[in-house]
């Protein structure tokens, strides 16, 4: 009997050790520093829901190592981006996640800034889509590329301060150039060519600020068909 009184008591201690073991953890969540900083794990949920909307680790204000980040799908929270944060500073490597958890996208943000190299990727596809980068301010930068899904470039373009500049082309899936374009200030600006299926031209001629200039040149199996001058038209807007 005596025994039996031992064990119960033990066993009524292990069970409040647990409850206060229990407790002791839930007060250790979204937590703050002495200077209202966020700090030590963090875990926040949908309004009137338990599910969960993110989940992380602050260090008095800074977000440390990985992040984990959900929308709600049929009430139900589904990881949509994983940032893993530099613990230098504000840089964090980040990856978007579709609701079937296929990547959508991956690369560097500052903050809420793009930078860097981002590549994303076609739906229901591990091939890529595209590929970017941006500079510190957030900007297009650089070559852009855009495939298709056999790995075909479909495009090649160039950005200046998140603006076309320069040379892109357009190609079909078979790796036919179709058309290819000069852009300044992101207006077609300059000398433009268009193609047919078959890489046969169909017309040539120069744009100046976004609008038709100059002699233009159309083509009909590869010989030409006519040409029209748009001088007086890029010059006069109601007659475009």
Known sequence: MIKQNIMNRLFFMFILTMISLGAFAQNTVNQFDEAGNRHGVWKKYFDK????????????????????????????????????????NSM??????????????????NGRLYTGKWTYYHNNSAAVMSTESYDDNGNLVGDKVVY???????????????????ESKWYSEKGILLKEF???????HGLAKYYDGDGIMLAEGEYQHGRKHKTWNYYEGGKLKKSTDHTRRSNNPKKQ
Do not use: C, W
């Open 49 to 88: 829901t338990d599910q969960l909307r993110y989940e992380g680790k602050f260090d008095h204000g800074k977000e440390m190592d990985t992040f984990k980040f959900y929308t709600l799908n049929k009430k139900k929270s589904v990881l949509s981006a994983i940032k893993v944060f530099n613990p230098n």
């Open 92 to 109: 964090a490597s980040v990856k978007f996640i579709s609701s079937k958890g296929k990547p959508i996208s991956e690369g560097t943000m």
């Open 148 to 166: 298709y899904k056999n790995g075909q470039i479909a495009e090649t373009s160039i950005y200046k301060d998140g603006k076309l500049e320069g």
């Open 182 to 188: 000069l852009y300044k200030n992101d207006e077609l």
